[in-house]
């Protein structure tokens, strides 16, 4: 067997090499396959995960169930509203709104609890975000950023209309979801 082996080992290596080559083939050949390197598509532009998975938090920080006390959002509600929360994002940084870090902060500050005695300090701040939204302070303030550009928009909306406001914003909704072409992939809901 050995003496087979020795005879043959140029051979086994160019297998074991050709081998390995058309697996590391198939696998990059994976990874630019639509729906392994992003959740969806909004707008015509392919959302990565990592930009759902901020929308997905976001959407379970900034909107909360309307009933708390009986049970937390079914994960298709929460799914919904990131796809939603992501959409109305891109539509406000189309439509030019900006948001302060000056206003971030004022949300900030209006979102700690100040029972806790004394003042906001940096260290006290993490703390706070990683431990009531386990979430690390640059997601966090990055979220908070989108969610008050997307509030600014929607009383934007609101504004135009005096009359019927809730119709209006639900047929300008209906109109932008049409518009994003939302397409989200199937190995997103497997997830």
């Not at 707008?43 to 901020?54: A, H, K, P, T, V």
Request: no cysteine; aromatic share 10%.
């Amino acid at each position: 067997m050995l003496k087979f082996l020795r005879k043959k080992t140029k051979f086994i290596v160019w297998t074991v090499i050709v081998a390995f080559i058309s697996w590391g083939g198939y696998a990059v050949s994976l990874q630019l396959e639509d729906s392994s390197r992003a959740a969806g598509k909004i707008f015509g532009r392919e959302i990565s995960f990592r930009e759902f998975q901020l929308a997905q938090r976001a959407a379970e920080i900034f909107s909360p169930s309307p009933k708390p006390d009986e049970e937390p959002l079914a994960p298709a509600e929460i799914e919904a509203r990131s796809w939603q929360f992501i959409m109305l994002s891109r539509e406000a940084r189309r439509n030019g709104v900006e948001v302060t870090d000056d206003e971030v902060r004022q949300e900030i500050l209006g979102l700690f609890p100040q029972g806790g005695g004394g003042a906001l300090t940096g260290e006290r701040y993490v703390l706070w975000v990683r431990g009531s939204f386990r979430e690390e302070p640059r997601d966090f303030e990055n979220q908070l950023r989108e969610h008050l550009r997307i509030r600014k928009l929607v009383e934007g909306v609101r504004e135009k209309f005096k009359e019927n406001q809730d119709e209006e914003l639900k047929s300008w909704l209906s109109g932008l979801y049409a518009r994003s072409k939302l397409r989200v992939y199937e190995t997103q809901r497997g997830r």
